[in-house]
């Protein structure tokens, strides 16, 4: 059974730094691409980030700021958020896939707010 | 970036009718391989999405049959054969085919 269990999210001041983290499992981690996909309160699905075999891409809202990241010795991806702002506070989803998302985490909340 | 654009925004329907969602992209979804990466997802309320279908018309594995996708180039449909109380929530279309990815706004389903 694949799961994607996040966590790192909190409450952080605008302008402040948060990584984020994704446990992976039940599935052979690293010939998969991850993503972060992100859910303001009551707002839509926006996707973030991804990494792969061909490299890494980012949603221009973040550019420069956030660095996603995997480790699959153990089966992990992050996401470095910097100087972030009001509009990056929702509920990050670690998701599984390229071409088509399969699995989804149950996400975990950042809040930016002084 | 491509557009994504859902329409309606909601929708009331009755259980064991049909209901379809219409999904149009600003650019065509036919990637340079030949497939076509549009795909739709439900999110229950209080839920994680799940995925409903993708590349246009494959259901994903456990997706009732009473889902299906069709459409080409710019044009989607979803279509759910007859509405089930568990088909409530908010269904998304996203493209896959170019970086950024983008998703619809969304479609409300809610039951009659």
């Known amino acids: 059974e694949v799961q994607l269990l996040e966590s790192g999210g909190d409450l952080v001041q605008p302008g402040g730094s948060l990584r984020l983290s994704c446990a992976a499992s039940?599935?052979?981690?690293?010939?998969?691409?991850m993503n972060w996909v992100r859910q303001a309160p009551g707002k839509g699905l926006e996707w973030v980030s991804t990494?792969?075999?061909?490299?890494?891409y980012y949603a221009d809202s973040v550019k420069g700021r956030f660095t996603i990241s995997r480790d699959d010795s153990r089966n992990m991806i992050y996401l470095q958020m910097n100087s972030l702002r009001a509009e990056d506070m929702a509920l990050y989803y670690c998701v599984k896939g390229l071409y088509f998302i399969d699995y989804w985490g149950q996400g975990t909340l950042v809040t930016v707010s002084s | 970036d491509i557009v994504m654009t859902q329409t309606p925004l909601s929708l009331s329907v009755t259980p064991g009718q049909p209901a379809s969602i219409s999904c149009r992209s600003s650019q065509s979804l036919l990637h340079s391989d030949g497939k076509t990466f549009l795909s739709w997802y439900l999110q229950k309320p209080g839920q994680s999405p799940q995925l409903l279908i993708y590349e246009v018309s494959n259901r994903f594995s456990g997706v009732p049959d009473r889902f299906g996708g069709s459409g080409s180039g710019t044009d989607f449909t979803l279509r759910i054969s007859r509405v089930e109380a568990e088909d409530v929530g908010v269904y998304y279309c996203?493209?896959?085919?170019?970086?950024?990815?983008?998703f619809g706004q969304g479609t409300k389903v809610e039951i009659k």
């Open positions: 039940g599935f052979t981690f690293n010939k998969f691409a």
């Open positions: 996203v493209q896959s085919t170019q970086f950024p990815r983008t």
């Open positions: 990494i792969s075999a061909y490299g890494t």
